[in-house]
């Protein structure tokens, strides 16, 4: 680039100082370029850091906003054994099936939300596929290798086995003392189950719906005939979601029109009448139709505040909705995260592996954990117990209850 000298130009002569102070100005002027690339260079690098740390931190931290109404934990009954199945009847009352270290099982009964707890070892040699408990007294156990039904009418102190069905029941669900649905789990066909009723309290049963290649995985019934069935294609290699409802009190099925490819494995179902609920697959599903239009979250999605994206794989084991504004999911224990939304899911608090809930709780990779949960059950949208591994002894076998307050 040719510098130009006005006053030094206008004649025709050029002097030593002429050529010394272009000289002198090219210097300058290359000086100045490396400065300024200098400190371009810099602020690239300074951003670069300050944009990956903040990606750091939002990782480790799931992304989670200060604005999270702060929870609060206290922890009650132990026990030494991990929970594996089991469900809360009410505020003070539930049924858990837990095992040892040496594999034995045992029932967790509480009677008082988990603040104190009565054990009944089980004389089971077998796994145990399901229970289903209708009221402290009242309840049944699948076995999965014997395909033994059990019953028990005296709050878990003994049980009898009452059917040996040709086929392995897995997934039991009773309406009341005499009314149930179960689907089967073929050795030989692995894949695909039917759905079965009895009316004798589990004594016999009767085939009430079945289609090649379609397994199902949970009930929900809204009142003693409308219920629903959720479960996939088999063929699909649990890519197709599948939907079956019934209006006769389970006598007969039939088959919601969906767009199934758009949905995995459906995992669970929540339905709080006809048409509103909730279903659970790779992410969140919600109704208000009756499942003519279903919306829904993907899995690697979610909301905090309504406006950060927070990509994470997780698998979701459960759903508590009080209505369809006020629910609460709670993840795996891989996850060990709990969701919390009272707007009808536009946000969703998460309050995660990570969280310090308590201050002596041990560490993993340097970060306290939220406990993992294996039963929830929610007083109102503030409120809950949970079921699940004692903070104290992460790496162990034992179980805990915890109780939550959420100060929204």
């Known amino acids: 680039m040719k510098f130009h000298i006005p006053f030094l130009e206008s004649g025709s002569k050029r002097t030593v100082f002429d050529y010394t102070l272009k000289l002198k100005l090219e210097i300058l002027k290359k000086s100045f370029q490396k400065s300024a690339k200098a400190i371009l260079m810099m602020l690239m690098v300074l951003l670069f850091v300050s944009i990956n740390s903040c990606n750091t931190e939002q990782e480790d931290d799931f992304s989670v906003d200060d604005q999270r109404p702060p929870i609060q934990w206290t922890k009650r009954a132990t026990f030494d054994a991990l929970p594996v199945l089991g469900e809360w009847l009410d505020e003070h009352n539930g049924v858990f099936l837990a095992e040892k270290q040496n594999s034995e099982k045992m029932l967790i009964i509480t009677a008082d939300g988990g603040q104190s707890i009565e054990t009944i070892d089980l004389n089971i040699n077998d796994e145990v596929f399901d229970m289903d408990f209708i009221s402290s007294s009242t309840g049944w156990l699948t076995l999965r290798y014997s395909g033994e039904l059990w019953k028990t009418t005296d709050g878990g102190k003994s049980f009898t086995s009452i059917y040996e069905p040709d086929t392995i029941l897995y997934n039991v669900h009773f309406l009341d003392t005499n009314t149930g649905f179960a689907t089967d789990f073929h050795i030989n066909r692995r ?107 993907p899995s690697e999605l979610i909301l905090i505040n309504g406006e950060t994206n927070v990509p994470k794989n997780y698998t979701y084991a459960d759903i508590l909705p009080l209505s369809m504004n006020e629910v609460v999911i709670y993840n795996d224990e891989n996850n060990q995260a709990l969701n919390w939304s009272n707007d009808g899911l536009k946000t969703i608090y998460i309050y995660p592996g990570g969280e310090k809930i308590h201050p002596e709780w041990n560490t993993s990779g340097g970060k306290q954990y939220v406990t993992t949960a294996y039963e929830l059950y929610l007083k109102d949208i503030n409120n809950g117990t949970i079921l699940g591994k004692d903070l104290n002894d992460l790496n162990g076998w034992s179980g805990a209850f915890y109780a939550f307050k959420i100060n929204n």
């Open 191 to 297: 894949n695909e189950n039917a759905i079965y009723k009895t009316t004798d309290g589990g004594n016999s049963w009767y085939k009430v719906f079945y289609k090649p290649q379609w397994k199902y995985n949970e009930f929900s019934f809204v009142d003693n005939n409308i219920g629903y069935a959720v479960g996939t294609n088999a063929s699909s290699f649990g890519e197709d979601g599948a939907i079956i409802k019934t209006t006769n009190g389970g006598e007969t099925w039939e088959e919601l029109d969906i767009d199934e490819k758009k949905y995995n494995d459906f995992k669970n179902i929540v339905m709080l009448n006809e048409n509103e609920g909730f279903l659970l697959s790779g992410g969140v599903n919600w109704t208000t139709d009756g499942f003519q239009t279903i919306e829904s979250y």
